[in-house]
């Protein structure tokens, strides 16, 4: 497994990098650091699905979203007035129930992180699943259409629903114990263990993903990309797998919600919102479609440049430059942009300049 | 329900069915000549809107809307331009993002030219409170200019397609690319024409509806969504059939405002949307016939 070895230059960059903003006294960059790692991992399953196996979707932010407020409803809202609900003492039976006091002093009943992010990553399947089966029926314009009707929908509900906190979101979500010791949490006394919580999760997912397009799965995803209709004529069941990686990049999309959300205290509809699920295609055009590394460097850097303001009120304005340019120049990504495309003297500059001076030719004749 | 009532959701709804009416041709005209779908068409509406209200600062109403429609047509000209007509057969999904990316800059710049305030043009006869009685109604007058400017519109369209020479030219192109091409028609020419066309009537609708429904900087997505919608229902590509559909989509809102909560209305034209999609790619009103040799 040659490729795998690509991992411990990566590790070594994480490693590196929280010792030097230990060192350089910057510690505060590692808290944006692990924000674009959840969000890198939601890229990274968009980027399987849209570079591998070729289906737009333009919904991702729903699925983070199906996931962060899911896990954030269920672990902040009071269930003390439901207790005798069946489905409240069904929950209490499992032991997925914690009991515990709000700021005043009243008996506060609610679901345990884990209980809340199993269910919140079993609706992400149920949803991609039932949503799945028709979308990726449709092509091209229409499945973009599909997926972006899905994440407004998404989005309407959130700002609708009051369960969900309507404009306001969902604030004051409790820290989630993965495991002893690993404590997914604001508090500042866990930031460096946040930081590695958020990459190990990251490269365990890049693992997961890179043994998947190794496989026989990854090689039918190519064959469908390449030619549908081809793949279906040598017996690749294309519904299927197109369907599995669907849902396999919902659930990390949703985990990604989960664990930002608990990481982050709260969130908002603005999570839920079309920008935001066009933003993840922005990044992974850049990062090359097809181009699990790329769309995870990409995705981090993006990130962390948008979350330190870097953009200004510029934010969305830059990732529709962003598209139009990487889609006119290099939809191929970034990383297959050879020095000097934009040159005159390159192929595509040539052309680009070269129908700039006929318009300019044909304007002064 | 009273028939008073009954009237004013219908009015209600064909006024903004027509507006969808309007989006939805305007994705159909450049679809057809082009196969994209346009997806900064609502950011011509909003344009529309916006320059009217800006230019009529200094010019009176009709100038200014005339003028505003002038502009958005040189800015769709200038996208078809600069963007689209030097890149050699490219694939559905890159043009698909390339147009995002557009409507995502022009009401990112719309934002810093005009900010988040709601604007309005005033009423072209009368005010807000002055209504016309239809059948017991009471209705405001800009609501017959809209509906008037959107018919009109779709009348002289039809006549452009049906009867002038660059109209015909124009269906060629949609009918079969490479046969207009053999036929000495200039196929480029007619995508820029497309884009000049589509622009200029979303800018129209923007501006007589600016009025009753006020323009912000980012109206252009809800907008393009619910064209989008209607010209699926129609059957993409077919002009009369977003006519329908524009008028069903829209009478279905107005009525369901007295079901379901407005803040929930979006998301059922998004539902439709879906249900057509899964059930019925090819529109209400298409043959599947036809459909069996498209691709959805």
Not at chain 2, 76 to 104: C, D, H, N, V, Y
Not at chain 2, 161 to 166: C, P
Not at chain 2, 221 to 231: C, E, Y
Not at chain 2, 256 to 283: C, E, K, M, W, Y
Request: hydrophobic content about 55%.
């Amino acid at each position: 497994m040659r490729k795998n070895f690509v991992f411990l230059p990566v590790l070594i960059i994480v490693v590196l990098i929280q010792l030097l903003t230990a060192w350089t006294g910057t510690i505060f960059y590692l808290t944006q650091m692990t924000m674009s790692a959840y969000y890198s991992l939601l890229i990274v399953g968009l980027c399987v699905l849209m570079g591998y196996a070729g289906q737009i979707s333009l919904g991702h932010a729903g699925f983070f979203a199906i996931g962060g407020y899911i896990s954030a409803a269920l672990t902040t809202r009071n269930l003390t007035a439901h207790v005798e609900h069946p489905v409240v003492r069904l929950l209490d039976l499992l032991g997925c129930l914690q009991a515990g006091q709000d700021i005043y002093g009243d008996p506060l009943l609610v679901v345990t992180p884990w209980a809340a992010c199993l269910l919140a990553i079993g609706a992400a399947l149920a949803v991609s699943f039932v949503l799945g089966i028709p979308v990726l029926k449709l092509k091209g314009h229409y499945l973009a259409m599909a997926t972006l009707g899905f994440g407004i929908i998404v989005y309407r509900l959130v700002l609708a629903s009051e369960y969900f906190g309507e404009a306001d979101g969902i604030s004051g979500v409790p820290g989630f114990s993965l495991l002893p010791g690993l404590f997914v949490s604001g508090d500042i006394s866990w930031r460096v263990t946040n930081y590695y919580i958020a990459w190990g999760v990251l490269l365990i997912a890049m693992l997961l993903l890179r043994h998947l397009i190794d496989s026989r799965v990854g090689r039918a995803l190519r064959a469908i990309h390449g030619a549908q209709d081809a793949a279906d004529a040598m017996g690749v069941d294309t519904a299927r797998f197109k369907l599995q990686t669907f849902m396999v990049s919902a659930v990390l999309s949703a985990l990604a919600g989960i664990l930002l959300t608990h990481y982050n205290g709260g969130i908002g509809p603005s999570e839920a919102s079309v920008m935001k699920s066009v933003r993840y295609v922005a990044i992974v055009a850049v990062g090359g479609m097809a181009h699990l590394w790329g769309a995870l460097a990409m995705g981090m850097i993006l990130n962390f440049l948008s979350l330190r303001g870097c953009f200004g009120s510029y934010d969305d304005a830059v990732f529709g430059v962003i598209l139009i340019v990487i889609m006119l120049f290099a939809p191929n990504g970034i990383l297959s942009l050879r020095l000097g495309l934009l040159s005159p003297l390159s192929l595509k500059g040539r052309q680009f300049f070269g129908f700039l001076r006929k318009k300019q030719a044909a304007k002064e004749a | 329900m009273t028939t008073e009532l009954f009237i004013q959701y219908l009015v209600a709804g064909i006024t903004y069915g027509s507006i969808y009416a309007i989006v939805a041709i305007g994705f159909n005209i450049i679809y057809n000549t082009t196969g994209i779908i346009n997806f900064a068409q609502g950011e011509f509406v909003m344009l529309g809107g916006m320059l009217s209200i800006t230019f009529l600062q200094f010019l009176p109403l009709p100038v200014a809307i005339a003028l505003a429609v002038l502009a958005t047509m040189a800015i769709g000209a200038g996208i078809e331009m600069l963007f689209i007509r030097w890149l050699k057969q490219p694939g559905i999904l890159r043009m698909i993002i390339i147009t995002i990316g557009l409507s995502i800059l022009i009401r990112e710049t719309a934002l810093h030219f005009w900010g988040a305030n709601v604007r309005s043009l005033p009423y072209f006869v009368g005010n807000e409170i002055s209504t016309i009685a239809i059948f017991g109604a009471r209705v405001s007058p800009q609501v017959l200019w809209v509906i008037g400017t959107c018919g009109l519109m779709v009348v002289f369209l039809n006549i452009f397609f049906q009867t002038t020479s660059i109209g015909r030219e124009m269906r060629a192109c949609a009918a079969n690319r490479v046969a207009a091409v053999l036929c000495g028609i200039d196929t480029r020419n007619m995508v820029t024409l497309s884009f000049i066309l589509s622009a200029g009537i979303g800018a129209l609708a923007g501006a007589v509806m600016s009025p009753i429904t006020y323009t912000q900087y980012d109206i252009g997505t809800g907008l393009a969504i619910k064209g989008f919608t209607v010209a699926i229902i129609g059957g993409l590509g077919n002009s009369l059939g977003a006519v329908g559909g524009g008028l069903l989509l829209g009478i279905l809102e107005a009525f369901s405002v007295s079901v379901v909560p407005l803040a929930f209305q979006d998301a059922i034209a998004i539902t439709i949307l879906l249900v057509i999609l899964f059930v019925r790619p090819h529109g209400l009103f298409g043959s599947s016939a036809v459909a069996g040799l498209k691709e959805f």
